[in-house]
């Protein structure tokens, strides 16, 4: 006689036998790679794993930020503004690209960039970031896991803590703004700035609401119902969180939990969840919204080797002409 499952009680299964970050490496993770191979085509392929090489590479050559490249006559008196990443050894190099690119674009300012180890953050690459950022901070595994057991213990936060056990992304919210304080702007690795951001600079030296950019379409793995029945609100379209600002004392992380628990159960598990989750948090006040013209989601080719916008966010199809041409258009 077959045996059915519902959902949720295949969950609780799933959950106790481990199965999500098996799942992952042995299906989602080589079922995507092949996608992309035969979306592209082996060429094609082969043309971006190599520039993506040749952008590692190029990484460990960038000149250090030093305070004589920054424009002021009074740098003691000067903020230091901090950029928030979540990275690791397979995004550190990008991280460091999107850091120099916004620093070289805001020689008026002192940028500090506060990094949060994905738990693979090597000494190398850790020595490489504080070389090339003298003023970052870097935040190790050991620490955030010390800070998450104590502020999100996983006998009142099952949901979350499997995510975060099994779902990198949702390290973006929890693990920098658990047991935190003040607003934060986590940018993704995967960005860079080609004019002054005069918008995200003034945020940051004044935060007083949330910040995010707009995506090319709305991406939430989520159905509208269900995220506006949790949020009591109607959740606003195309939110994009590659620029994601937040005050970390304002989140509700039992309401998260509720959130999370809800939304598997109901619609399972999504590699946009992290978005759908900021989302409906962000859904509650006035934000600060980016233009789309001038922070551009997904930027065409023609736009990545002659960059017009302040800021291109390469997801999607534009990660190519990321590789191929993106990281070499900065500091030129």
Known sequence: MAVF??????????????????????YYAPKSFFERIFSKGIVNSLIDEHQKSNMQRAAYNLEPITNNQVNSNDLLNQQLLEIYFLTGKKFWYQTCFCAYSMSTQSKEYRLSPVIYDDGSLSHEYQNEIIRIFPNAKINLKSEIDECINKHLPRSKFPYLRERRDNYPNIRKLTDIHVGNHGWKLILDSDMLFFKPPTVIIDWIRNPTQPCYMLDVQTSYGYSQALMDSLAKTTVPERINVGICGLKSEDIDWDEIEFWCKTMIEQQGTSYYQEQAIIAMIMARQTCTVVSDSDYI????????????????????????????????QVGK
């Open 297 to 328: 989601v997904m930027p065409k080719r023609e736009e990545v080797i002659h960059p017009k916008a302040i800021l291109h966010h390469y997801v999607s199809d534009s990660k190519s002409w990321y590789f191929r041409y993106g990281w070499k």
């Open 5 to 26: 499952l519902k959902r949720t009680d295949f969950y609780k299964l799933a959950k106790r036998l481990k199965l999500g970050s098996l799942i992952y490496r042995f």
